[in-house]
């Protein structure tokens, strides 16, 4: 067996800053570890595949993180690792524990997952290694995961069996106190521009040195044709991922970071507003375009109608909150949120619809990612003026 405190120094010794997960058991001792103080700062989150979408999101930022996972939370981390990680090429390391392991009785529902797990994993090109049960042993293991990122700019997952750590004891201090949001709310009747305008209006109203996340679908393409930048990341896939990524992004550079997300999307991964409100920092700000429509697969109804957005941004925890009427309103609070201290929420109701022939990025995925990273990187002197 190895200590918790040998896995994790191993782990940060490599980079990693921020351990995000969901808990297993066989996982409980580097959680308990990371989680009563550490290097590497933990963070709990909603959902595995909102972990790999975060540390995707770190790396973006030139940080890693390392994603803490049950195997059975593979099935929630498909979409990312597939739609996200894999064409951006994304290396982020996983510790995946190996419930169901052929030959160990556990229970039922682990069963088939960890029959097929080591190649689950083959199939979505993420390489993997069993964690040794001997210190001895464990650098080797990692430094050859190391390589295989380094040399496929993939995801590793680190394969962790039952019994391999020694218990460790928990210290967990609480989480903040929720924060108690600002609230504003139009008294005005919306006038719902067009997603281009929004977009248009969103881009003129940010500083130069603003980097933006923006969701898949029409919300990225639109923007891409109005304004294609170095710091614009569009996502391709991963739909309902964006908030999760810019707030991996967020939490490694001082830079404003600007989550745009549409109402479908968000509704596809409620959970990330929680995880944003405990962790968010001042810098974030997540744009809601809610047109209540899936516009990009022909306009099918999302349930969005039924859903008081800025009310559930209050309860999870953002400082603050704009609910906006028109573009003008709208403006103010991208720029007011800008200066402001955050996670800060801001809500617009857009109408269903896009501009006719609308195009595709020509940037490859890969390509997008990279330079982004080197973007969020440079400098911040001389970039900060409103354009």
Known sequence: ????????????????????????????????????????????????????????????????????????????????????????????????????????????????????????????????????????RLGACLDAGWAEMDREQQPFAFILRNGVLNPEQLAEPPLPAPMVATVSRSRKDRDAPARMAALECLVGSLVDSAAVVSTTGKTSRELYVLADRPQHFYLVGAMGSASAVGLGVARHTPRPVVVIDGDGAALMRLGTLATVGAHGGSNLIHVLLD???????????????QVDFPALARACGYARVYDCADLAEFADAVKAAQVERGPTFIYLMIRPGSIAKLGRPSVGPSEVARRFRDFVNTNLEDVNHVS
């Open 291 to 305: 047109n209540r429509v899936h516009d990009s697969t022909g306009g099918q109804q999302s349930l969005a109608g």
């Open 1 to 136: 067996m190895i200590d918790a405190d040998e896995l994790l120094t191993g782990l940060v010794g490599r980079g990693v800053v921020d351990v995000v997960g969901v808990p297993c058991s066989y996982l409980t001792p580097l959680i308990n570890r990371a989680a009563s103080g550490s290097a590497a700062r933990y963070l709990p989150v909603t959902h595995e595949g909102e972990a790999v979408a975060i540390a995707a999101g770190c790396w973006l930022a030139g940080a890693t993180a390392c994603v803490i996972a049950q195997n059975s939370g593979l099935g929630n981390m498909v979409n990312p690792l597939t739609s996200l990680n894999y064409p951006g090429r994304i290396p982020v390391p996983l510790i995946v524990s190996w419930r169901g392991e052929p030959g160990f009785p556990d229970e039922p529902q682990h069963e088939l997952m960890g029959t097929i797990m080591p190649g689950l994993l083959d199939l979505m090109r993420v390489g993997h290694a069993v964690v040794p049960d001997e210190t001895a």
